[in-house]
Protein backbone atom coordinates (compact mmCIF):
# COMPACT_ATOMS: atom_id res chain seq x y z
CA UNK A 1 0.00 0.00 0.00
CA UNK A 2 2.46 1.81 -0.24
CA UNK A 3 2.43 1.84 1.07
CA UNK A 4 -0.92 3.06 1.29
CA UNK A 5 -1.34 6.89 2.15
CA UNK A 6 -4.84 7.17 3.67
CA UNK A 7 -7.74 6.39 4.47
CA UNK A 8 -9.89 9.17 3.20
CA UNK A 9 -9.91 12.86 4.19
CA UNK A 10 -8.48 16.30 4.37
CA UNK A 11 -5.79 17.46 6.62
CA UNK A 12 -5.90 20.89 8.01
CA UNK A 13 -2.41 18.67 9.02
CA UNK A 14 0.90 18.57 10.79
CA UNK A 15 0.18 21.61 12.75
CA UNK A 16 -2.44 20.64 15.19
CA UNK A 17 -0.71 17.33 16.17
CA UNK A 18 2.49 18.57 16.34
CA UNK A 19 4.75 18.29 19.34
CA UNK A 20 4.79 20.42 22.16
CA UNK A 21 1.66 18.94 23.35
CA UNK A 22 4.09 15.97 24.50
CA UNK A 23 5.61 19.00 27.28
CA UNK A 24 2.29 19.16 28.94
CA UNK A 25 2.17 17.30 32.36
CA UNK A 26 -1.33 15.76 31.64
CA UNK A 27 0.20 13.05 29.55
CA UNK A 28 -0.07 9.90 30.71
CA UNK A 29 1.70 6.45 28.82
CA UNK A 30 0.54 2.93 29.62
CA UNK A 31 2.51 -0.17 28.81
CA UNK A 32 0.93 -3.10 27.31
CA UNK A 33 2.32 -6.53 25.82
CA UNK A 34 1.74 -4.87 22.50
CA UNK A 35 3.23 -1.86 22.65
CA UNK A 36 2.91 1.69 24.84
CA UNK A 37 -0.37 4.23 24.45
CA UNK A 38 -0.05 7.59 25.23
CA UNK A 39 -3.06 10.17 26.48
CA UNK A 40 -2.71 13.39 26.45
CA UNK A 41 -5.96 15.69 27.18
CA UNK A 42 -7.37 18.09 24.86
CA UNK A 43 -10.17 21.01 25.02
CA UNK A 44 -14.00 19.81 25.69
CA UNK A 45 -12.75 16.37 27.00
CA UNK A 46 -10.91 14.79 24.03
CA UNK A 47 -7.69 13.64 23.75
CA UNK A 48 -4.94 12.89 21.70
CA UNK A 49 -3.90 9.63 21.64
CA UNK A 50 -0.33 8.16 20.70
CA UNK A 51 0.48 4.90 19.82
CA UNK A 52 3.69 2.59 19.10
CA UNK A 53 3.08 -0.50 18.59
CA UNK A 54 5.99 -3.07 18.76
CA UNK A 55 8.92 -3.29 18.87
CA UNK A 56 8.98 -5.07 15.56
CA UNK A 57 12.03 -7.43 15.37
CA UNK A 58 13.29 -6.34 11.52
CA UNK A 59 14.92 -9.35 9.66
CA UNK A 60 18.00 -8.53 7.61
CA UNK A 61 16.51 -7.96 4.17
CA UNK A 62 13.21 -8.52 4.94
CA UNK A 63 10.05 -7.66 2.82
CA UNK A 64 7.55 -9.62 4.06
CA UNK A 65 4.08 -9.15 5.18
CA UNK A 66 2.38 -9.49 8.87
CA UNK A 67 -0.56 -9.70 10.58
CA UNK A 68 -1.68 -9.31 14.26
CA UNK A 69 -4.62 -8.79 16.46
CA UNK A 70 -3.99 -5.20 17.69
CA UNK A 71 -4.82 -4.28 21.66
CA UNK A 72 -3.63 -0.56 21.04
CA UNK A 73 -7.06 1.49 21.10
CA UNK A 74 -8.58 4.06 22.92
CA UNK A 75 -9.79 3.74 26.10
CA UNK A 76 -13.68 3.39 26.17
CA UNK A 77 -16.22 4.18 23.17
CA UNK A 78 -15.96 7.14 21.39
CA UNK A 79 -15.16 9.01 17.75
CA UNK A 80 -11.79 8.99 16.20
CA UNK A 81 -11.68 12.26 14.32
CA UNK A 82 -7.92 11.83 12.79
CA UNK A 83 -5.41 9.63 11.91
CA UNK A 84 -1.24 9.85 11.35
CA UNK A 85 0.90 6.98 11.08
CA UNK A 86 4.66 6.89 11.31
CA UNK A 87 7.19 4.50 11.80
CA UNK A 88 10.57 4.66 14.41
CA UNK A 89 13.32 2.86 15.63
CA UNK A 90 13.43 2.52 19.32
CA UNK A 91 15.16 5.50 20.00
CA UNK A 92 11.77 7.28 18.50
CA UNK A 93 14.32 8.19 15.62
CA UNK A 94 12.11 8.07 12.02
CA UNK A 95 14.51 5.47 9.82
CA UNK A 96 15.69 7.07 6.40
CA UNK A 97 13.33 5.31 3.59
CA UNK A 98 16.44 4.29 1.30
CA UNK A 99 17.28 2.03 5.07
CA UNK A 100 14.06 1.22 6.58
CA UNK A 101 10.81 1.26 4.43
CA UNK A 102 7.41 1.64 5.59
CA UNK A 103 5.61 -0.52 2.33
CA UNK A 104 2.14 -0.72 4.11
CA UNK A 105 0.71 -0.98 7.20
CA UNK A 106 -3.53 -1.44 7.21
CA UNK A 107 -5.35 -1.50 10.04
CA UNK A 108 -8.33 -3.80 9.84
CA UNK A 109 -11.76 -3.18 11.88
CA UNK A 110 -14.67 -5.60 12.78
CA UNK A 111 -17.95 -4.79 14.21
CA UNK A 112 -20.01 -7.01 15.89
CA UNK A 113 -20.09 -10.32 13.49
CA UNK A 114 -19.42 -7.94 10.13
CA UNK A 115 -16.11 -9.23 8.56
CA UNK A 116 -12.89 -7.05 8.95
CA UNK A 117 -12.41 -3.77 7.31
CA UNK A 118 -9.52 -1.91 6.19
CA UNK A 119 -10.36 1.31 8.04
CA UNK A 120 -6.85 3.63 8.06
CA UNK A 121 -3.73 2.28 5.92
CA UNK A 122 -0.06 4.01 5.65
CA UNK A 123 2.49 3.69 3.31
CA UNK A 124 5.88 5.69 2.75
CA UNK A 125 4.26 8.82 2.00
CA UNK A 126 2.11 9.05 5.49
CA UNK A 127 -0.60 10.42 4.55
CA UNK A 128 -2.36 12.32 7.81
CA UNK A 129 -6.12 11.95 7.71
CA UNK A 130 -8.47 14.82 9.71
CA UNK A 131 -11.87 14.20 8.98
CA UNK A 132 -14.07 17.60 8.58
CA UNK A 133 -15.32 19.03 11.87
CA UNK A 134 -18.16 17.21 13.18
CA UNK A 135 -17.35 14.11 12.02
CA UNK A 136 -15.50 10.71 13.64
CA UNK A 137 -14.96 6.65 12.96
CA UNK A 138 -17.46 5.19 15.47
CA UNK A 139 -14.97 2.75 18.35
CA UNK A 140 -16.19 0.85 20.25
CA UNK A 141 -14.74 -1.56 22.89
CA UNK A 142 -15.99 -4.47 21.34
CA UNK A 143 -15.06 -3.71 17.82
CA UNK A 144 -11.53 -6.04 17.21
CA UNK A 145 -8.58 -4.61 15.23
CA UNK A 146 -6.06 -6.12 13.61
CA UNK A 147 -2.52 -4.81 11.97
CA UNK A 148 -1.58 -6.14 8.61
CA UNK A 149 2.06 -4.86 8.55
CA UNK A 150 5.09 -4.56 5.77
CA UNK A 151 7.99 -3.60 6.77
CA UNK A 152 10.74 -3.86 4.12
CA UNK A 153 14.43 -3.42 5.10
CA UNK A 154 16.59 -2.22 1.87
CA UNK A 155 19.96 -3.70 3.74
CA UNK A 156 21.27 -6.78 5.30
CA UNK A 157 21.15 -5.14 8.90
CA UNK A 158 18.55 -5.97 11.18
CA UNK A 159 16.83 -3.55 13.57
CA UNK A 160 13.86 -3.11 16.00
CA UNK A 161 11.11 -0.30 15.23
CA UNK A 162 7.60 0.65 16.22
CA UNK A 163 4.59 1.07 14.05
CA UNK A 164 3.69 4.35 15.24
CA UNK A 165 0.00 6.00 14.83
CA UNK A 166 -1.90 9.18 16.26
CA UNK A 167 -5.65 9.72 16.43
CA UNK A 168 -7.59 12.53 18.06
CA UNK A 169 -10.77 11.16 20.01
CA UNK A 170 -13.72 12.26 21.62
CA UNK A 171 -14.73 9.85 24.42
CA UNK A 172 -18.56 9.58 24.58
CA UNK A 173 -20.27 11.74 27.07
CA UNK A 174 -17.73 14.61 26.31
CA UNK A 175 -18.55 17.60 25.41
CA UNK A 176 -16.42 17.01 22.38
CA UNK A 177 -18.41 14.52 21.07
CA UNK A 178 -21.55 16.09 21.10
CA UNK A 179 -23.12 15.49 17.12
CA UNK A 180 -20.56 14.06 16.00
CA UNK A 181 -21.80 12.35 12.46
CA UNK A 182 -20.43 8.61 12.05
CA UNK A 183 -18.34 8.23 9.18
CA UNK A 184 -17.04 4.64 7.70
CA UNK A 185 -13.83 3.74 5.21
CA UNK A 186 -15.25 2.63 1.75
CA UNK A 187 -11.75 1.10 0.42
CA UNK A 188 -11.75 1.82 -3.08
CA UNK A 189 -8.65 -0.19 -4.98
CA UNK A 190 -7.66 -0.73 -8.86
CA UNK A 191 -7.44 -4.04 -7.27
CA UNK A 192 -9.83 -4.42 -5.10
CA UNK A 193 -9.06 -5.63 -1.80
CA UNK A 194 -6.17 -7.69 -1.94
CA UNK A 195 -3.52 -8.50 1.07
CA UNK A 196 -1.27 -7.47 -2.11
CA UNK A 197 -2.89 -5.48 -4.53
CA UNK A 198 -0.53 -4.50 -7.25
CA UNK A 199 0.11 -3.95 -11.19
CA UNK A 200 2.70 -3.04 -13.24
CA UNK A 201 3.93 0.06 -15.17
CA UNK A 202 6.17 -1.14 -18.04
CA UNK A 203 8.23 1.57 -19.54
CA UNK A 204 6.48 3.03 -22.84
CA UNK A 205 3.27 1.77 -22.25
CA UNK A 206 0.05 3.66 -21.88
CA UNK A 207 0.17 7.01 -24.17
CA UNK A 208 2.26 9.96 -24.18
CA UNK A 209 4.74 8.67 -21.46
CA UNK A 210 1.86 7.98 -19.01
CA UNK A 211 -0.10 4.99 -18.27
CA UNK A 212 -3.40 4.33 -16.21
CA UNK A 213 -4.60 1.37 -15.16
CA UNK A 214 -7.14 -0.37 -14.84
CA UNK A 215 -8.39 2.16 -18.73
CA UNK A 216 -5.17 1.43 -20.29
CA UNK A 217 -4.29 -2.27 -19.21
CA UNK A 218 -4.88 -4.93 -21.72
CA UNK A 219 -6.49 -7.40 -19.34
CA UNK A 220 -6.68 -6.05 -16.30
CA UNK A 221 -9.01 -8.13 -14.79
CA UNK A 222 -8.34 -12.13 -15.69
CA UNK A 223 -10.86 -13.74 -13.88
CA UNK A 224 -13.20 -11.05 -15.47
CA UNK A 225 -14.13 -9.20 -11.92
CA UNK A 226 -13.83 -5.65 -12.29
CA UNK A 227 -12.16 -4.82 -9.06
CA UNK A 228 -11.87 -1.00 -9.16
CA UNK A 229 -15.69 -0.54 -9.08
CA UNK A 230 -18.36 -0.10 -6.34
CA UNK A 231 -21.86 -0.06 -6.37
CA UNK A 232 -23.19 2.62 -3.64
CA UNK A 233 -25.63 1.00 -1.47
CA UNK A 234 -27.55 3.53 0.01
CA UNK A 235 -27.68 7.35 -0.30
CA UNK A 236 -24.34 8.94 1.74
CA UNK A 237 -22.57 11.61 1.65
CA UNK A 238 -18.61 11.25 0.68
CA UNK A 239 -16.87 13.81 2.89
CA UNK A 240 -13.06 12.98 1.75
CA UNK A 241 -10.64 11.00 0.30
CA UNK A 242 -6.87 11.14 -1.04
CA UNK A 243 -4.86 8.54 -2.73
CA UNK A 244 -2.26 6.38 -2.58
CA UNK A 245 0.49 5.68 -4.96
CA UNK A 246 4.45 4.56 -5.60
CA UNK A 247 6.88 6.14 -6.73
CA UNK A 248 6.23 6.55 -10.46
CA UNK A 249 2.49 7.64 -9.82
CA UNK A 250 1.22 11.09 -10.74
CA UNK A 251 -2.37 10.56 -9.50
CA UNK A 252 -5.63 9.06 -8.77
CA UNK A 253 -8.94 9.90 -9.75
CA UNK A 254 -12.45 9.11 -8.44
CA UNK A 255 -15.16 8.91 -10.95
CA UNK A 256 -19.07 8.70 -10.63
CA UNK A 257 -21.41 7.17 -12.93
CA UNK A 258 -25.06 7.78 -12.86
CA UNK A 259 -27.71 7.03 -15.63
CA UNK A 260 -24.89 6.76 -17.96
CA UNK A 261 -23.40 9.56 -17.46
CA UNK A 262 -19.66 9.87 -15.71
CA UNK A 263 -18.30 12.64 -13.75
CA UNK A 264 -14.64 13.62 -12.19
CA UNK A 265 -15.50 14.02 -8.52
CA UNK A 266 -11.44 14.44 -6.85
CA UNK A 267 -8.23 13.62 -8.75
CA UNK A 268 -5.47 13.33 -5.85
CA UNK A 269 -2.19 14.70 -7.26
CA UNK A 270 1.50 13.48 -5.76
CA UNK A 271 3.07 16.34 -5.63
CA UNK A 272 6.83 15.66 -5.62
CA UNK A 273 9.79 17.19 -3.42
CA UNK A 274 12.08 14.65 -4.77
CA UNK A 275 14.75 16.68 -7.39
CA UNK A 276 14.98 13.91 -9.91
CA UNK A 277 11.08 14.19 -10.39
CA UNK A 278 8.33 11.51 -9.87
CA UNK A 279 10.50 8.66 -9.20
CA UNK A 280 11.26 8.52 -5.35
CA UNK A 281 9.12 8.64 -2.30
CA UNK A 282 9.96 11.88 -1.73
CA UNK A 283 6.28 13.08 -1.91
CA UNK A 284 3.20 13.94 -0.50
CA UNK A 285 -0.79 13.40 -1.98
CA UNK A 286 -3.51 15.79 -2.08
CA UNK A 287 -6.45 15.23 -0.37
CA UNK A 288 -10.08 16.71 -0.20
CA UNK A 289 -10.36 20.15 1.11
CA UNK A 290 -12.17 20.38 4.30
CA UNK A 291 -15.90 21.83 2.84
CA UNK A 292 -15.52 19.25 0.08
CA UNK A 293 -19.14 16.98 0.29
CA UNK A 294 -20.66 14.73 -2.09
CA UNK A 295 -23.76 13.83 -2.33
CA UNK A 296 -24.08 9.94 -3.55
CA UNK A 297 -27.13 7.81 -4.36
CA UNK A 298 -27.77 4.03 -4.06
CA UNK A 299 -27.04 2.78 -7.55
CA UNK A 300 -24.24 5.49 -8.32
CA UNK A 301 -21.42 3.56 -9.41
CA UNK A 302 -17.99 4.77 -8.33
CA UNK A 303 -14.73 3.80 -9.89
CA UNK A 304 -10.78 4.79 -9.36
CA UNK A 305 -8.24 4.20 -11.50
CA UNK A 306 -3.96 5.08 -11.01
CA UNK A 307 -1.93 6.99 -13.69
CA UNK A 308 1.40 6.63 -13.74
CA UNK A 309 5.10 7.87 -15.65
CA UNK A 310 6.06 5.86 -18.40
CA UNK A 311 8.45 7.84 -19.57
CA UNK A 312 11.37 7.54 -16.75
CA UNK A 313 11.26 3.96 -15.54
CA UNK A 314 9.48 0.65 -15.47
CA UNK A 315 7.46 0.57 -11.55
CA UNK A 316 6.90 -2.99 -10.38
CA UNK A 317 4.21 -4.13 -7.87
CA UNK A 318 2.94 -0.54 -7.78
CA UNK A 319 -0.89 0.29 -5.77
CA UNK A 320 -3.58 2.61 -6.96
CA UNK A 321 -5.86 2.82 -3.65
CA UNK A 322 -8.40 5.83 -2.95
CA UNK A 323 -10.41 5.16 0.40
CA UNK A 324 -13.48 7.10 1.22
CA UNK A 325 -15.14 8.47 4.10
CA UNK A 326 -18.65 8.21 3.82
CA UNK A 327 -21.53 8.81 5.94
CA UNK A 328 -25.30 7.87 5.56
CA UNK A 329 -26.13 10.63 8.03
CA UNK A 330 -27.80 13.80 7.11
CA UNK A 331 -24.73 15.77 5.77
CA UNK A 332 -25.82 17.25 2.45
CA UNK A 333 -23.08 17.37 -0.80
CA UNK A 334 -23.35 18.63 -3.73
CA UNK A 335 -25.00 17.29 -6.72
CA UNK A 336 -21.22 16.58 -9.05
CA UNK A 337 -23.43 16.79 -11.91
CA UNK A 338 -24.30 20.21 -11.07
CA UNK A 339 -21.45 21.77 -9.68
CA UNK A 340 -17.88 21.22 -10.30
CA UNK A 341 -16.46 19.05 -7.09
CA UNK A 342 -13.46 18.34 -8.52
CA UNK A 343 -11.48 21.01 -7.37
CA UNK A 344 -7.66 21.53 -6.35
CA UNK A 345 -6.66 19.30 -3.62
CA UNK A 346 -4.58 20.00 -0.26
CA UNK A 347 -1.08 19.03 0.28
CA UNK A 348 -1.45 16.78 3.71
CA UNK A 349 2.61 17.36 4.29
CA UNK A 350 5.54 19.35 3.52
CA UNK A 351 9.14 17.68 2.24
CA UNK A 352 9.96 14.74 5.48
CA UNK A 353 14.02 14.52 6.45
CA UNK A 354 13.80 11.14 6.40
CA UNK A 355 13.90 11.04 2.25
CA UNK A 356 17.07 13.46 2.43
CA UNK A 357 19.24 10.79 0.69
CA UNK A 358 17.96 10.49 -3.01
CA UNK A 359 21.12 8.63 -4.02
CA UNK A 360 22.64 8.93 -7.58
CA UNK A 361 25.82 10.38 -6.94
CA UNK A 362 28.60 9.22 -9.59
CA UNK A 363 32.16 8.15 -8.60
CA UNK A 364 31.59 5.58 -5.93
CA UNK A 365 33.11 1.73 -5.19
CA UNK A 366 31.13 -0.26 -7.77
CA UNK A 367 33.23 -1.32 -10.69
CA UNK A 368 32.00 -0.57 -13.99
CA UNK A 369 30.70 -3.32 -16.18
CA UNK A 370 31.01 -1.90 -19.77
CA UNK A 371 34.77 -1.50 -18.83
CA UNK A 372 35.06 -4.90 -17.00
CA UNK A 373 36.80 -7.81 -19.32
CA UNK A 374 34.17 -10.52 -20.23
CA UNK A 375 33.80 -12.92 -17.21
CA UNK A 376 32.91 -16.94 -17.75
CA UNK A 377 30.66 -18.09 -20.14
CA UNK A 378 27.71 -19.26 -17.53
CA UNK A 379 24.24 -20.60 -17.27
CA UNK A 380 23.66 -20.25 -13.71
CA UNK A 381 24.37 -17.37 -11.21
CA UNK A 382 23.85 -17.95 -7.23
CA UNK A 383 22.66 -15.49 -5.33
CA UNK A 384 23.69 -15.62 -2.02
CA UNK A 385 24.07 -13.55 1.07
CA UNK A 386 22.71 -10.58 -0.96
CA UNK A 387 25.83 -10.83 -3.44
CA UNK A 388 24.95 -11.99 -7.12
CA UNK A 389 27.42 -14.98 -7.38
CA UNK A 390 28.97 -13.95 -10.51
CA UNK A 391 29.12 -10.30 -12.22
CA UNK A 392 28.20 -8.51 -8.77
CA UNK A 393 29.50 -4.79 -9.31
CA UNK A 394 30.80 -4.69 -5.60
CA UNK A 395 32.82 -7.87 -5.85
CA UNK A 396 36.69 -7.71 -6.69
CA UNK A 397 38.83 -9.91 -9.28
CA UNK A 398 37.53 -12.65 -10.76
CA UNK A 399 33.96 -12.90 -9.23
CA UNK A 400 33.31 -9.30 -10.88
CA UNK A 401 33.09 -9.96 -14.24
CA UNK A 402 30.08 -9.82 -16.17
CA UNK A 403 29.31 -13.69 -16.92
CA UNK A 404 28.69 -14.28 -20.78
CA UNK A 405 26.07 -16.14 -22.36
CA UNK A 406 26.14 -16.19 -26.45
CA UNK A 407 22.72 -14.83 -28.21
CA UNK A 408 19.94 -16.89 -28.33
CA UNK A 409 20.34 -18.43 -24.83
CA UNK A 410 19.76 -17.48 -21.53
CA UNK A 411 21.43 -17.35 -17.98
CA UNK A 412 19.57 -18.33 -14.67
CA UNK A 413 19.34 -16.52 -11.42
CA UNK A 414 18.85 -18.77 -8.49
CA UNK A 415 18.35 -16.94 -5.22
CA UNK A 416 19.76 -18.91 -2.21
CA UNK A 417 18.91 -15.91 0.33
CA UNK A 418 14.95 -17.34 -0.58
CA UNK A 419 15.74 -20.23 2.16
CA UNK A 420 16.02 -17.07 4.74
CA UNK A 421 12.89 -15.28 3.60
CA UNK A 422 15.18 -12.81 1.42
CA UNK A 423 13.91 -11.94 -1.56
CA UNK A 424 15.48 -10.51 -4.43
CA UNK A 425 15.15 -9.17 -7.84
CA UNK A 426 17.26 -9.44 -11.36
CA UNK A 427 15.84 -5.58 -12.78
CA UNK A 428 17.36 -3.82 -15.78
CA UNK A 429 19.32 -0.68 -15.11
CA UNK A 430 20.59 1.89 -17.20
CA UNK A 431 24.26 1.20 -17.56
CA UNK A 432 26.70 1.46 -15.76
CA UNK A 433 24.06 1.59 -13.04
CA UNK A 434 26.97 2.38 -10.59
CA UNK A 435 25.83 5.79 -9.00
CA UNK A 436 25.42 5.73 -5.23
CA UNK A 437 22.12 4.20 -3.77
CA UNK A 438 18.86 6.33 -2.50
CA UNK A 439 15.08 6.96 -2.45
CA UNK A 440 15.78 8.12 -6.13
CA UNK A 441 18.43 5.70 -7.85
CA UNK A 442 18.88 3.13 -8.87
CA UNK A 443 15.58 2.84 -11.06
CA UNK A 444 14.13 0.44 -13.67
CA UNK A 445 15.96 2.45 -16.38
CA UNK A 446 17.68 -0.58 -18.41
CA UNK A 447 17.63 0.05 -22.17
CA UNK A 448 16.09 -3.61 -22.26
CA UNK A 449 13.09 -3.87 -20.03
CA UNK A 450 13.05 -7.36 -17.84
CA UNK A 451 12.37 -8.16 -14.50
CA UNK A 452 12.34 -11.23 -12.54
CA UNK A 453 9.78 -10.25 -9.98
CA UNK A 454 10.87 -11.19 -5.80
CA UNK A 455 13.01 -14.30 -5.95
CA UNK A 456 11.04 -16.28 -2.86
CA UNK A 457 8.28 -17.48 -1.08
CA UNK A 458 5.65 -16.85 0.91
CA UNK A 459 1.59 -18.06 1.41
CA UNK A 460 0.06 -17.22 -1.87
CA UNK A 461 -1.45 -14.14 -2.60
CA UNK A 462 -0.44 -12.89 0.67
CA UNK A 463 2.93 -11.52 0.40
CA UNK A 464 5.32 -10.13 -2.75
CA UNK A 465 6.96 -13.60 -3.21
CA UNK A 466 6.98 -14.86 -6.94
CA UNK A 467 6.83 -17.96 -5.19
CA UNK A 468 9.87 -19.72 -7.01
CA UNK A 469 13.54 -18.94 -6.67
CA UNK A 470 14.39 -18.88 -9.92
CA UNK A 471 14.35 -16.93 -13.19
CA UNK A 472 16.43 -16.61 -16.41
CA UNK A 473 17.21 -13.92 -18.45
CA UNK A 474 15.24 -13.21 -21.94
CA UNK A 475 16.41 -15.22 -25.08
CA UNK A 476 15.56 -11.89 -27.67
CA UNK A 477 18.45 -9.71 -26.00
CA UNK A 478 20.90 -8.13 -28.38
CA UNK A 479 24.59 -8.93 -27.65
CA UNK A 480 25.95 -5.78 -25.39
CA UNK A 481 26.65 -5.53 -21.45
CA UNK A 482 22.85 -5.30 -19.13
CA UNK A 483 23.30 -4.01 -15.66
CA UNK A 484 20.55 -4.46 -13.33
CA UNK A 485 19.63 -4.12 -9.66
CA UNK A 486 17.74 -5.90 -7.28
CA UNK A 487 14.55 -3.60 -6.36
CA UNK A 488 14.22 -5.02 -2.66
CA UNK A 489 18.35 -4.12 -1.80
CA UNK A 490 18.92 -1.60 -3.96
CA UNK A 491 22.81 -1.87 -3.15
CA UNK A 492 22.83 -4.80 -4.90
CA UNK A 493 23.90 -4.21 -8.72
CA UNK A 494 24.86 -6.83 -11.17
CA UNK A 495 25.78 -7.28 -14.73
CA UNK A 496 26.01 -9.48 -17.53
CA UNK A 497 27.20 -9.60 -21.18
CA UNK A 498 25.28 -10.91 -24.36
CA UNK A 499 28.08 -12.44 -27.06
CA UNK A 500 28.39 -14.68 -29.46
CU1 LIG B 1 17.82 -8.30 -2.98
Known amino acids: MSRLGLA ?53 GQNTIAIA ?20 YMNGKVP ?66 WITWEMDFAPDGSKAARGIREVGTQWMDVEGIKAYPVFDVLRGSGRHGRYTFPDQAANPYPDGRVRNRWVVDHDATIVGTAGHLHPGGLWTDLKLTRNGRTVELFRSRAHYYEPAGPVSWDVSMTA ?28 YEVMAIMPLALTTAPAGGANPFRTNVAVKGVLTHGHLPENNHHGGRKGGAL ?85 SAELGFGPPGFTAAANRDTWSTPTNLAPGTYAFFCRIHPFMRGAFRVKG
Open 8 to 60: AACIAALLVTAAPAEAKPRAKTVRTPQGTITRIARPGGAMHLKFRFGPLRIHP
Open 69 to 88: PNSLRPPGPGWITSFKPNLT
Open 96 to 161: RVDIIHLHHAVWLVSKGADAFRPTWAAGEEKTHVRLPKGFGWRYDPSDRWYLNHMIHDLIPTPTRV
Open 288 to 315: TPPRWRVAVRKGDVLSVSGTYDSKLASW
Open 367 to 451: RNPLKLPDGPRETKVDITRFLYGQGDLSAPGRAGLPPVVAPGQSLTFVNDDASRDIFHTITACRTPCTASTGIAYPLATGGATFD
